[in-house]
């Protein structure tokens, strides 16, 4: 138990849903991010919120789109996906951007697009 | 910004000593050591993180050389569940972009 939450752990969607994936920290940090894993490759980072405000978006497609409600909940739409975009999405909060570079991470959502 | 260099792969027996050894050559004079382990399917978790000389935590122990261009991890008596991914990071304050894993070192031990 690392005090970060993510839900749903698995996710099966089509190719024209509209689906979410949700991040919950109770550990008082002002800082998320949203980390892609894909099959054997290294995380990739792909948002940064410090205190509710993006601070890092990195080039990541339209087809996801953030929403940081406020510092304890972080969620990522998703619509319009392609099967490439299939992967672990994992959360993550520290309790500033960057830090000294100790992130809590979530246990991960297993996303599958058809 | 800093990059880390790490052998791809590493095996070795329960109840052996392990050190992984990451290379950061162009580290910056703020920027700490940490390192990370990730199992199949879930986060990474932290390990153990350090400036320079030697940390020792209930995991790991940490020993950064004085020029700090290098880094080992060091895992007392590996078991069975120690088989898993380890990252090594050189992070700085206030910089979310330098939280960038690498490919990692996969852990394998072997009964």
């Known amino acids: 138990e690392t005090g970060v939450t993510q839900t749903p752990r698995h996710l099966v969607m089509g190719m024209t849903n509209k689906k979410s994936l949700k991040c919950e920290q109770h550990?008082?940090?002002?800082?998320m991010y949203w980390y892609k894993q894909s099959a054997k490759k290294p995380l990739e980072l792909m948002f940064v919120?410090?205190?509710?405000?993006?601070?890092e978006n990195n080039s990541v497609p339209s087809r996801f789109s953030p929403e940081c409600p406020n510092s304890s909940h972080l969620f990522l739409h998703l619509h319009t996906l392609q099967p490439e975009d299939s992967a672990l999405y994992l959360c993550?909060?520290?309790?500033?951007?960057?830090?000294?570079?100790?992130?809590?991470f979530g246990e991960g959502s297993r996303l599958t697009v058809l | 910004l800093a990059k880390t260099t790490q052998p791809i792969s590493m095996d070795s027996y329960e109840g052996q000593e392990v050190n992984i050894t990451c290379s950061h050559n162009?580290?910056?004079?703020?920027?700490?050591i940490t390192w990370y382990q990730q199992f199949p399917s879930q986060g990474p978790r932290f390990i153990i993180q350090?400036?320079?000389t030697k940390v020792t935590n209930e995991v790991a122990s940490l020993f950064i050389p004085a020029d700090r261009k290098s880094s080992t991890l060091s895992l007392p008596r590996v078991s069975l569940s120690d088989t898993a991914v380890y990252y090594c990071?050189?992070?700085?304050?206030?910089?979310?972009?330098?939280?960038?894993f690498g490919s990692g070192t996969q852990l394998t031990v072997l009964p």
């Open positions: 990071l050189s992070i700085s304050s206030g910089s979310a972009r330098q939280l960038t």
């Open positions: 550990l008082g940090h002002n800082a």
């Open positions: 350090g400036y320079k």
């Open positions: 162009n580290i910056a004079t703020n920027d700490y």
């Open positions: 919120y410090n205190f509710k405000e993006q601070t």
């Open positions: 993550a909060s520290s309790q500033e951007e960057g830090g000294t570079g100790e992130l809590f």
